[in-house]
């Protein structure tokens, strides 16, 4: 198994921007009292905390596959390490929600209706993912991996379109029997200091090219560097800060109500 490759404290650095499409997703979940709701792709597990406070009738569990995100979770909720490919319910839950996870699961297509499967009748299922690879954000990184000097070590890192448009999701969950509602919104984040953009990635799109480079500080330095320069002429610093377009795609589903007899 390979080491950890998240790092809390990197990932947290923009913890507010990355929490706001949180709280627009759950803001269109309408369950009432739920009794059981998931948070799959926890992270260290402040946002699961919130999902108590929004219904505090529940058991909240979190789930993920990083044992140092799990190591900084709060009280409240209770979490597990566990991979989402390889997670199953011990009983129906009535709220799944999945916040920047699955573009990380090259299948999480054929995933889907297993997570529908898993909820109850009635039941929610929430995810966002970054809608945003073809972003110089992400074009840049892949450019720099492909070229001569990062081939050989990062060359097969690059992911091009991992996530679907909002009407790719709507059809599949459709064809699940689901209600859906899905959208897209595109924030512009207004980031702080040196090389933003880059400490931005840093936490995320980044995460495989570091693990794989390793402990090597001149490597890292290196990589770092390369990236640094192409994204600071891609996203150039004004006296108010640097302006970096994000989009996301939202997804909320419902699957069907039991029929209510009429005597």
Known sequence: ???????????????????????????????????????????????????????????????????AMIAKAPEGPTFSVGDVRSWRPERPVDVIVSNALLQWVPEHRELLPRLVEALSPGGWLAFQVPGNFDAPSHALVRRLCGGAAWRDQLGDLVRYTPVGDPEEYVALLAALGCEVDAWETTYIHLLQGENAVLNWIMGTALRPMLDRIGPDQRRREAFLADCASLLAEAYPRAPYGTAFPFRRVFVVARTAQPAVKVR
Do not use: K, N, Q
Request: with cysteine; net charge negative; proline share 7%.
């Open 1 to 67: 198994m390979s080491r950890d490759m998240w790092d809390p404290t990197v990932y947290g650095r923009y913890a507010d921007e990355r929490a706001r499409p949180f709280y627009e997703l759950i803001s269109r979940v309408r369950a009432e009292s739920p009794g059981y709701v998931v948070d799959l792709g926890c992270g260290t597990g402040e946002l699961t905390a919130a999902l108590g406070e929004r219904w505090p009738g529940a058991t909240v569990h979190g789930v993920d596959s990083s044992p």
